[in-house]
């Protein structure tokens, strides 16, 4: 969606960049992602999505596709 947007590795300064991966574990451990609160007080999980770059492997960035959660934190 957001192609236009222009990033460089802070790395090793390639644009070779991957965007958007999903970040996953294995099945045991369950998904990983930053957890919120759902309407019925459940807690879900919003995945994790990471900007690679291929060229040395740094993750530039990770997000989340929906920010507007009611997000759990640890206070
Ligand atoms: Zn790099």
Do not use: F
């Amino acid at each position: 969606m957001e192609n236009s947007v222009s990033s460089k590795c802070l790395t090793c300064g390639s644009t070779d960049i991957v965007r958007n991966i999903t970040v996953s574990q294995s099945v045991e451990v369950g998904s990983t992602g930053l957890e919120y609160r759902t309407a019925v007080m459940l807690i879900g999980t919003e995945a994790l999505l990471a900007d690679l770059c291929t060229q040395c492997g740094t993750v530039l960035r990770l997000h989340v596709k929906n920010p507007d959660r009611k997000w759990i934190t640890k206070s």
